[in-house]
Nanobody, 123 residues
């Protein structure tokens, strides 16, 4: 089986920065399109950023210019650098990816989600 584990969340004052990491483990052969989502209390989960194998990125309008997504293929890790944080950025942040993996003698492709990491921005 494969899994994604997020880290780097925490409490930060408005205007501060955090860098989130998401490490994939297991019998992984490729990661197609990793990305980050977030879910604030009482709100729907929303897409924050995605990145392709070619390095093309896509951001929600609310974070554009402040957040940067990147990836390290050798480490099977994706990052989210968050600058100029605002209280409205407070949410649980989840990473996800379409992953090609091996299990029990077969290859699979599936959409895999991490458990999330809490980001809290105080004013």
């Amino acid at each position: 089986q494969v899994q994604l584990v997020e880290s780097g969340g925490g409490l930060v004052q408005a205007g501060g920065s955090l860098r989130l990491s998401c490490a994939a483990s297991g019998s992984i052969f490729s990661i197609k399109a990793p990305g980050w989502h977030r879910q604030a209390p009482g709100k729907q989960r929303e897409l924050v950023a995605t990145i392709t194998s070619g390095g093309s990125t896509n951001y929600a309008d609310s974070v554009k210019g402040r957040f940067t997504i990147s990836r390290d293929n050798a480490k099977n890790t994706v990052y989210l650098q968050m600058n100029s944080l605002k209280p409205e950025d407070t949410a649980v942040y989840y990473c996800n990816a379409d992953i090609r993996y091996y299990n029990g003698g077969y290859y699979y492709t599936g959409d895999v989600w991490g458990q999330g990491t809490q980001v809290t921005v105080s004013s």
